[in-house]
């Protein structure tokens, strides 16, 4: 792997097998992410844009081919090593933010340090601190019903950045938001982007955020394709 280069995907097949027919999501992609990028995967509902991201961040196994992350082939650890793999290299975005909603949004975002053993005190000031970072000090005492859309998921992104991992992944961040909510929360995964120095890639419906990442990818009948982020309409 280059020494630039966090992330490489060779020959990536996704298939499930239905009766006695095989359903291939897509198979034979390959590309290559290098350090601090901010890619968009785009394409149609059901192209395949989550199970990839799935695959990336280890949340399935592929049916063929490999991915790479920081030097590491993802197939071969273990189950408990790629829990382990996850919860230090990975931040991950849903769609949905997935808050725990008995507790707040302090512990919330503290949770993946308490898993992995980090003592509570620590763990609760460097969640206080990423909480600062999103813009929400003043709500940090509160539960996620206590909190607007938009809130829940700034909370969502710093409980995903709290362990300081090399690779974002997002799924649709800004997809259940109105248009302007979605624009403040894309507007702070940029610049949380470029201030930590981060490798993001964003699956998203919404061509012109796509077209403001560095790179686009875009997904359609099972194949990768790279288009010009230009290309892609500013509205």
Known sequence: MDKNEILRVERLKRSYRSGSAELVVFENLSFRVAQGEMVAIVGESGSGKSTLLHLLGLLDRPSEGDVYCAEIRLRALSDDAAADFRNRKIGYVWQFHYL????????????????????????????????????????????????????????????????????????????????????????????????????????????????????????????????????????
């Open 100 to 235: 725990l909603p008995e507790f707040t949004a302090l512990e919330n975002v503290a949770m993946p340090l308490l898993v992995r053993g980090m003592a509570r005190p620590e763990a609760e000031e460097q969640a206080q601190s990423w909480i600062r970072e999103v813009g929400l000090q003043g709500r940090a005492d509160h539960r996620s019903g206590e909190l607007s859309g938009g809130e829940q998921q700034r909370i969502a992104v710093a409980r995903a950045l709290v362990t300081q991992p090399q690779l974002l992944l997002a799924d649709e961040p800004t997809g259940d938001l109105d248009g302007r909510t979605a624009e403040a929360v894309f507007e702070l995964l940029s610049r949380i982007h470029r201030d930590h120095r981060l490798t993001s890639l964003i699956a998203t419906h919404n061509l012109a955020f796509a077209r403001r990442c560095n790179r686009v990818l875009r997904l359609a009948e099972g194949r990768l394709q790279e288009v010009a982020p230009e290309s892609l309409p500013a509205a």
